[in-house]
């Protein structure tokens, strides 16, 4: 089993970064693929981000693509989601998942998830 924290959200203005953590326990990740998903009130869960194993591969939705960035210490068990740019309509709540096996955007892929952390982006 791995279990995910999450981390570093708050409440921020439009145009302010943030970085979020997830930080796993129970097993190291260093064999999983983790993900990022967001999911705002009245709205479904959706994908932001995806990181290999190693890091050298990600992936973004659209809608934060050269905003935000994922990366991974390993050594730390530990993922990170920079946030920068911050518009309101990326205020929501932030979950980080892993999942074994290659990159996915599909959030039902992933078996492990965090509790999540909001995030709240004033205009």
């Known amino acids: 089993q791995v279990q995910l924290v999450e981390s570093g959200g708050g409440l921020v203005q439009a145009g302010d970064s943030l970085r979020l953590s997830c930080t796993a326990s129970?097993?190291?990740?260093?064999?999983?693929?983790m993900g990022w998903f967001r999911q705002a009130p009245g709205k479904e869960r959706e994908f932001v981000a995806t990181?290999?194993?190693?890091?050298?591969?990600?992936y973004y939705a659209d809608s934060v693509k050269g905003r935000f960035t994922s990366t991974r210490d390993n050594g730390k068990n530990t993922v990170y989601l920079q946030m920068n740019k911050l518009k309101p309509e990326d205020a929501a709540v932030y979950y980080c998942?892993?999942?074994?096996?290659?990159?996915?955007?599909?959030?039902?892929?992933?078996?492990?998830w965090g509790q999540g952390t909001q995030v709240t982006v004033s205009s």
């Open positions: 129970g097993r190291t990740i260093n064999s999983y693929t």
């Open positions: 998942a892993a999942k074994l096996g290659v990159t996915n955007l599909d959030s039902h892929e992933y078996g492990f």
């Open positions: 990181i290999s194993w190693s890091g050298a591969t990600t």
